[in-house]
């Protein structure tokens, strides 16, 4: 698909819904940008006229989805749905959904692809020290890897890297996701680093390891560390106040280096998901490339046999944005009900960051912490929680 076809695509996605044209107050919300959260932030409804009238909720079913957040799990949290660009339920406990950016664990993953997309738009513009697409080698960027601990690294691209096939340390290799850069690059004599899973492209094993690396990608294509970058290029855009990133430590070759690892508020997560909701674009900005926000919508690999660790199904993942309407009961993970449009990612402790296109709806989580949780049940609550008279999508079959 040309460029030009897929600004079109992703446009199309906001001016109508699936059954006709856009709602007045999804039009409203369309041309609707928050401003950052010390000059006031999200605007809210509260009033059950007004969740009703221009957010489009049933007010009975957000007290009871506000109830099931509660009672879900003992972790403190701050969860956030939006719809039309109103905050239509908030939820905090213990955690502030607008200055807490305590880890958001995986849901890092979707944020560094989203960032890397930028940069490799960037590089193609002649606005960095390197040009780089997905298709590209990837240790073509990673110097610090040299030499290569397993020759079929070489082979590896930045989109395999994004979408689990790049056979570096999947999780289900048991390796711990943390260590140092000598560690993660396979300078360590530890054979799970060291040697691929199983070669480039021809598997699925869900991998923190290989974000690790994207990060090293981003820091060579843009000439920034990883974190300063995606604070100049997508955070403070966004108009994100609060943030933290996570670093390792190497050795006297590889040195200091930001990981893809961070943390974000509830509030903050909801505006990469609304930027993404909006085609990528950030008032007169076009701040995440439209290419990217239409790639996401499917998977971005061939892939067919069952993810390594929890068996899922490989058409789950995208660049770095996973598709939950694909799930079929895996690990008790279901899409069902879930509109096939739907964009999510999910992190343990119950991390979450949504969009779903067909519904204009925004869901967010955030706790710190490590853990399951049911992240599809509280995506099918809150699309649940819409009256039946707006628009709505057709559950994923």
């Known amino acids: ?184 690059l396979g300078h360590t004599g530890d054979p799970r680093t060291a040697r691929l899973a199983f070669d480039p492209g021809t598997a699925c094993g869900y991998s923190t390891h290989a974000l690790a690396h994207a990060a090293l990608v981003c820091e060579t294509v843009t000439g920034q560390p990883y974190d300063q970058f995606a604070i100049e290029a997508l955070l403070q855009p966004l108009g994100i106040g609060h943030w933290w990133f996570q670093y390792y430590e190497g050795g006297e070759k590889t040195g200091r280096h930001p990981s893809h690892g961070l943390g974000l508020p509830a509030r903050d997560l909801a505006r990469i998901a609304w930027c993404m909701l909006r085609g990528g674009r950030w008032g007169e900005q076009q701040v995440i490339p439209p290419w990217f926000v239409a790639e996401t919508a499917a998977p971005t690999h061939p892939v067919a046999t069952p993810e390594l660790r929890w068996k899922l199904n490989p058409q789950v993942f995208s660049h770095g944005w996973e598709l939950p309407a694909r799930l079929r009961g895996e690990s008790g993970r279901s899409g069902a009900g879930l509109p096939a449009d739907t964009r999510s990612k999910p992190g343990s402790g119950g991390q979450l960051i949504a969009f779903i296109p067909s519904l204009d709806l925004v869901v967010t989580r955030q706790t710190g912490g490590s853990g399951d949780w049911e992240f599809e049940e509280y995506l099918r609550r809150a699309c649940a929680a819409i009256l039946p008279t707006a628009s709505t999508a057709p559950p994923a079959r």
């Open 1 to 184: 698909m040309t460029p030009l076809a897929l600004f079109l695509f992703a446009g199309a996605l906001l001016s109508t819904g699936p059954t006709g044209p856009a709602s007045a107050a999804e039009a409203d919300g369309r041309d609707y940008f928050p401003p950052p959260e010390s000059q006031g932030g999200w605007r809210q409804l509260t009033q059950p006229g007004d969740l009703r009238r221009l957010g489009g909720m049933d007010p009975a079913k957000l007290d009871a989805l506000r109830d099931w957040l509660r009672l879900s799990d003992t972790r403190d949290f701050a969860a956030v749905v939006i719809r039309h660009g109103y905050i239509v339920l908030e939820v905090e406990r213990g955690n502030s959904a607008k200055t807490d950016a305590r880890r958001v664990a995986s849901v890092s993953k979707a944020v560094c692809a989203t960032v890397l997309a930028i940069a490799s738009d960037r590089s193609q513009q002649g606005r960095t020290p390197r040009k780089m697409t997905f298709d590209d080698p990837a240790f073509d960027f990673i110097p610090w890897a040299q030499p290569l601990s397993d020759p079929r690294k070489a082979d590896i691209t930045v989109k395999q890297l994004l979408n689990h096939t790049s056979g570096i340390c999947p999780e289900a290799a048991g390796a711990p996701n943390d260590g140092s850069w000598d560690y993660l």
